[in-house]
């Protein structure tokens, strides 16, 4: 097939005053027997070199699904992507071919899933698995693929790397295999880094490591890292800014030390009040009332309506859209003063 203009993306600095990676407007939705489910509706943000992006929410708030339109890993159908762009460079990752589109995932825009167990093959050496990124991406013979295997497995720092790189994933901890996956994802120094929930099935210690591995190749190479978690606990020392998504919507973003002075959403205030904290000890945790919407039949007007405690009778029936509160913050809340002021 002829290629297009649209199958060669621009070369390094040819993106004038475009972000790294944009977002634009995108929806996702599915269409299962049940009915459509609108899973993704006008998330738009941006991530530039060197910068962290952290996108919070629960489970079914539509960030998963949005880093994985990124990615182009969405099974289509039942997805369907009826609005938006993605642009890497200023490039719409959305109209390139999906031969175009191999090119850029992996390479240049990356992924760490959540599951490093699942995610790794059982029956291939860690060795294995790393080095057939450069056999396959880069043509590099089976001996200098797995000398670079071992490279990477010590810039993640995995001890005694060159004798470990023939063992199997279930020889490894936790916290060592979500480390090879991570070493899988920078193989191909890619530009764009997602990682998906990495230290979900983690402990606390654990996590605090992996969280310091990610920050650390970050600054050594400039990527654009999204940090997808439902945990706002996790992202206060290591995210620039924050997008809060809920029912397929981003409902506030804020440079990070902003929404941790003064929330402008009742749903970033309950997810903050939320994180344990020492000095409120013998005190009952603070949850968020109800459950996340169904995405096949959201609210009418503001979808946290049935769970704010700030409602007023317009949030019934009006949508709220995304006030701009300052140039790098706004909030998709009627009442975001109140809140803000609270
Ligand atoms: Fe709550 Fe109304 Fe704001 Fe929605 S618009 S978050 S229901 S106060």
């Excluded at 539509?62 to 182009?72: D, E, L, N, P």
């Excluded at 289509?76 to 999906?98: N, S």
């Excluded at 997602?194 to 970050?218: C, N, S, Y």
């Excluded at 309506?305 to 029936?317: F, G, K, L, M, S």
Aim: hydrophobic share 40%; proline share 6%.
């Amino acid at each position: 097939m002829k290629k297009t203009s649209a199958d060669v993306l621009p070369v390094e600095g040819g993106f004038g005053n475009e972000p790294l990676l944009a977002v634009d407007n995108l929806h996702v939705e599915f269409h299962t027997r049940q009915g459509t489910v609108r899973a993704v509706n006008g998330v738009s943000y941006t991530v530039s070199a060197g910068e962290t992006l952290a996108v919070l929410g629960e489970s079914g708030s539509g960030k998963s699904v949005t880093a994985q339109a990124i990615m182009g890993i969405l099974d289509v159908p039942p997805a369907v992507i009826p609005k938006g762009e993605i642009r890497f460079k200023g490039t719409d990752l959305l109209k390139l071919t999906e031969e175009a589109r191999t090119q850029v995932r992996g390479q240049r825009v990356a992924m760490i899933f959540q599951d490093a167990l699942s995610a790794l093959n059982p029956v291939f050496t860690v060795g294995w698995q790393i080095s057939e990124m450069f056999r396959v991406h880069r043509g590099m013979s089976k001996a200098d693929a797995m000398k670079k295997a071992v490279e990477l497995m010590d810039r993640v720092r995995i001890p005694a790397a060159r004798q470990r790189v023939n063992d199997y994933p279930h020889q490894f901890s936790g916290g060592m295999r979500q480390r090879i996956m991570i070493a899988m994802s920078i193989a191909l120094d890619p530009e764009v880094l997602i990682a998906d929930e990495p230290t979900t099935a983690l402990d606390v210690t654990v996590q605090a490591q992996i969280m310091e591995l990610l920050a650390e190749l970050q600054r050594e190479s400039q990527m654009g890292l999204i940090l997808i978690t439902h945990d706002l606990g996790v992202v206060a020392d290591v995210a620039d800014k924050i997008a809060v998504m809920y029912a397929g919507r981003i409902v506030e973003n804020a440079p990070v030390h902003d929404i941790y002075k003064g929330p402008a959403h009742p749903y970033t205030k309950g997810l903050l009040d939320s994180i344990p904290r020492v000095d409120l000890k013998g005190q009952d945790l603070y949850a968020i009332k109800g459950l996340p919407p169904n995405l096949l039949d959201l609210p009418t007007g503001c979808a946290f309506h049935p769970r704010c405690p700030y409602r007023q009778d317009n949030c019934v029936t009006d949508h709220p859209p995304l006030h701009e509160i300052s140039g790098t913050r706004g909030s998709a809340c009627h009442y975001w003063r109140e809140v803000l002021d609270d």
